[in-house]
Antibody, heavy 121, light 110 residues
Framework: EAQLVESGGGSVQPGGSLRLSCAAS????????MNWVRQAPGKGLEWVSY????????YYADSVKGRFTISRDNAKNSLYLQMNSLRDEDTAIYYC??????????????WGQGTLVSVSS | QSLLTQPPSASGTPGQRVTISCSGG????????VSWYQQLPGTAPKLLIN???QRPSGVPDRFSGSKSGASASLAISGLQSEDEADYYC???????????FGGGTKLTVL
């Protein structure tokens, strides 16, 4: 069974940086694209970023473009999110999410438990 | 702000059938598969439906999905108290290369 465990969350001041990590196990990590999805307190889900199996294609939500960087290390079965220039509105639980494909269409079939990022002065 | 529109709330009594709608556009729902997620209080979301109407193993057949044009629906039949949760639709937008989630629908079992 797939398992995704996030780490690296915490409290940071506006303008600061954090690096989130996601350790994957129980499946062939290098065969799946991966995503980060976040959820602000009391709010809905917001997709943040996507990376293909090799890292050759990467996409970001407009709200984080230019500030966040997604990456992966297939040898370590790990996904990362480098977050710079953090803002109050980046406060959220960040989920590491596995992407799967069926009949050409993608979906999110495995979610981590999430790590909380709190941006406040 | 999401390009996928869901009603903020829905409700039903045990045993009833409820539906939750998700409206999008031609570049997202109209062109790609819709997936649905259930989020129980205090937990991570869980995949409920993929590819418009496919149920992963372990998801009860009380849950079903459909799509027509740029809109999709999630139906829950034989409503149970444990179905009380937030429900989200999602679709890839091929014009913008982003994923959209609906704003979420809070389902209350009366």
């Amino acid at each position: 069974e797939a398992q995704l465990v996030e780490s690296g969350g915490g409290s940071v001041q506006p303008g600061g940086s954090l690096r989130l990590s996601c350790a994957a196990s129980g499946f062939n990590f290098r065969s799946h694209a991966m995503n980060w999805v976040r959820q602000a307190p009391g709010k809905g889900l917001e997709w943040v970023s996507y990376i293909t199996t090799s890292g050759s294609s990467i996409y970001y939500a407009d709200s984080v473009k230019g500030r966040f960087t997604i990456s992966r290390d297939n040898a370590k079965n790990s996904l990362y999110l480098q977050m710079n220039s953090l803002r109050d509105e980046d406060t959220a639980i960040y989920y590491c999410v596995r992407d799967s494909v069926s009949r050409w269409f993608s979906y999110f079939d495995s979610w981590g438990q999430g790590t909380l990022v709190s941006v406040s002065s | 702000q999401s390009l996928l529109t869901q009603p903020p709330s829905a409700s039903g009594t045990p045993g009833q059938r409820v539906t939750i709608s998700c409206s999008g556009g031609s570049s997202n729902i109209g062109s790609n598969g819709v997936s649905w997620y259930q989020q129980l209080p205090g937990t991570a979301p869980k995949l409920l439906i993929n590819n418009n109407n496919q149920r992963p193993s372990g998801v009860p057949d009380r849950f079903s999905g459909s799509k027509s044009g740029a809109s999709a629906s999630l139906a829950i039949s034989g409503l149970q108290s444990e179905d009380e949760a937030d429900y989200y639709c999602a679709a890839w937008d091929e014009s913008l290369n982003v994923w959209w989630f609906g704003g979420g629908t809070k389902l209350t079992v009366l």
